[in-house]
Nanobody, 116 residues
Framework: VQLQASGGGLVQAGGSLRLSCAASGSIFDNSDTAWYRQVPGKQRDLVALITWLGTIDYASPVRGRFVISRDNSKKTVTLQMDSLKPEDTARYFC???????????WGQGTLVTVSS
């Protein structure tokens, strides 16, 4: 399984970005997918999760501003980020956890920078 994230960049506070993650392999449909973010020197934190059943959850700092979605036919998971704040600046990683093996796969990360 390989995950390819894209869509990061530089944006002003209040702006929007859309992150996408494309997965290869055949385990996407029964796998949970999520976005995490990490700043240097700190742990990787969960941003948003969407399970293979469609259950969605968000970290408190992004609830109401970010929307996660997935398209099983295209094997993609997307994170729409609105009303961005400087504290959203981080490298964002997509992940996939296989419902069969329990193994978690990670993308390479995409950098999001929000200027004030």
């Amino acid at each position: 399984v390989q995950l390819q994230a894209s869509g990061g960049g530089l944006v002003q506070a209040g702006g929007s970005l859309r992150l996408s993650c494309a997965a290869s392999g055949s385990i996407f449909d029964n796998s949970d997918t999520a976005w995490y973010r990490q700043v240097p020197g700190k742990q990787r934190d969960l941003v948003a999760l969407i399970t293979w059943l469609g259950t969605i959850d968000y970290a408190s700092p992004v609830r109401g501003r970010f929307v996660i979605s997935r398209d099983n036919s295209k094997k993609t998971v997307t994170l729409q980020m609105d009303s961005l704040k400087p504290e959203d600046t981080a490298r964002y990683f997509c992940s996939l956890r296989s419902g069969t093996s329990g193994r978690t796969y990670w993308g390479q990360g995409t950098l999001v920078t929000v200027s004030s």
